[in-house]
T-cell receptor, first 113, second 113 residues
Framework: ETGVTQTPRHLVMGMTNKKSLKCEQH?????MYWYKQSAKKPLELMFV???????ENNSVPSRFSPECPNSSHLFLHLHTLQPEDSALYLC????????????FGPGTRLTVT | GESVGLHLPTLSVQEGDNSIINCAYS??????FIWYKQESGKGPQFIID?????DKRQGQRVTVLLNKTVKHLSLQIAATQPGDSAVYFC????????????FGTGTSLTVIP
């Protein structure tokens, strides 16, 4: 285990549903990340939070809404998603933002129907 | 934009042999690199990292080589074992792009018993 947990591990949702992904890290890290991993494509950085403040938003559609209530928890709120949003969503954390190794959770496999 | 690529999408090796996985990067300003291993159904797991002021770094059964002249990174796994079967990808960090990591698409390593 890496010290980063994600729930749920699998999620199937319709395009009109609203759901949330949860990430929790037990490592005392200050930076947390959301990534999208699609088949045969590199990991795509979505959002970065450093000390609870959002520092990066890589032109992510507004149907994805992140929330970071404290340095240990990160949420990704989903609404009116499209089938092309189906992917593995990975959460990661690191001591700080920048040249620090990132520890990944197991991911949430999302399927949008 | 950034480009991190792998020369071979798949690699098969005999158990006990050494494995070499390659990665090319395009930004000469990149100064920190990480190799990750991702097993099926799991998130990426940190293997080893290297900073640009080094050419070589060794871990347990793994060695990373950095050739800044040709912007090439390699991961060597000694005495490959069945448990090494996974997708391996490299990530580069470039300070002038907001300290984001850019990931390659990955090489799938299969170890033949």
């Amino acid at each position: 285990e890496t010290g980063v947990t994600q729930t749920p591990r699998h999620l199937v949702m319709g395009m009109t549903n609203k759901k949330s992904l949860k990430c929790e890290q037990h490592l005392g890290h200050n930076a947390m990340y959301w990534y999208k991993q699609s088949a045969k494509k590199p990991l795509e950085l979505m959002f970065v939070y450093n000390f609870k403040e959002q520092t990066e938003n890589n032109s992510v559609p507004s149907r994805f809404s992140p929330e970071c209530p404290n340095s240990s928890h990160l949420f990704l709120h989903l609404h009116t998603l499209q089938p092309e949003d189906s992917a593995l969503y990975l959460c990661a954390s690191s001591y700080g933002q920048g040249t620090y190794e990132q520890y990944f959770g197991p991911g949430t496999r999302l399927t949008v129907t | 934009g950034e480009s991190v690529g792998l020369h071979l999408p798949t690699l098969s090796v005999q158990e006990g042999d050494n494995s070499i996985i390659n990665c090319a990067y395009s930004n000469s300003a990149s100064d920190y690199f990480i190799w990750y291993k991702q097993e099926s159904g799991k998130g990426p797991q940190f293997i080893i990292d290297i900073r640009s002021n080094m050419d070589k770094r060794q871990g347990q059964r793994v060695t990373v080589l950095l050739n800044k002249t040709v912007k090439h990174l390699s991961l060597q796994i000694a005495a490959t074992q069945p448990g090494d079967s996974a997708v391996y990808f490299c990530a580069e960090n470039t300070p002038n792009t907001g300290n984001q990591f850019y990931f390659g698409t990955g090489t799938s390593l299969t170890v033949i018993p």
